[in-house]
């Protein structure tokens, strides 16, 4: 989906279709402002544990190029191609439900979005503005963390039908706010409860075996 000429995708879902909301675009810096509502943004990605934010988030965007929109928002696949370090949770909110289901191996570091972009190289500087953001896992609050990829880097493969329309050798830069689940969570189920105002609001029921 294009606004103007970038290339955004917000994790926000009407109709089957990524929808950019939240994020305006300006011909120069990237600045996203301050979320509010007790969040604090991180301004530059740095590893958290064992996990490097940054790079995660890179694999998180190759994970949506890897995959056709009607696989990537099947809760029943949400196994696909996923690392062997990091679960990386989808985006959006297919065909509007707010509530998804995914199985996640104990112990496994979660990336979730919260609001987040990525853009062609080249293309204008896009500011991303995000509202509140109240994200809970079984009632605790988490923090969201600022990551930043301003380095344009390759979708080295890309299918056809993935959910963001990449195709396979452009080169992206992303921005946005996510929760880092680490070191993972013990066997059981839990919710993660992501909410952003202005957007629909997500609740992830993780089911950890």
């Known amino acids: 989906m294009r606004v103007q000429t970038v290339r955004l995708a917000v994790v926000v879902l009407s109709a089957g279709v990524l929808a950019a909301t939240g994020c ?47 696989r990537y ?50 293309d204008p500087r896009s500011t991303l503005s995000a509202g509140r953001m ?19 880097y390759a979708i080295a493969s890309a299918v056809p039908g993935n959910p963001v329309d990449f195709k396979s050798g452009e080169r992206v830069a992303d921005d946005g706010w996510w929760v880092l689940i680490e070191p993972g969570l013990a066997p059981g189920r839990h919710r993660l409860d992501i909410r952003v105002s202005g957007m629909a609001s997500r609740l992830w029921t993780l089911i950890v075996s």
């Open 24 to 70: 305006t675009t300006e011909s120069s810096g990237t600045a996203g402002r301050p979320p509010t509502g007790g969040a604090t943004a991180s301004p530059t990605a740095r590893p958290t544990g064992d996990v490097d934010l940054a790079a995660a988030v890179r694999r998180w965007w190759l994970r949506v190029a890897s995959i056709p929109a009607s």
């Open 73 to 122: 928002f099947d809760s029943r696949r949400c196994g696909l191609n996923q690392p062997d370090t990091v679960w990386l949770l989808g985006g959006g909110t297919p065909r509007g439900r707010s509530e998804r289901t995914c199985a996640v191996p104990a112990g496994r570091p979660i990336l979730a979005p919260v609001v987040n972009y990525v853009m062609r190289a080249g």
């Open 134 to 152: 109240d994200v809970t896992l079984d009632g605790r609050p988490l923090t969201p963390a600022r990551v930043t990829n301003g380095r344009p």
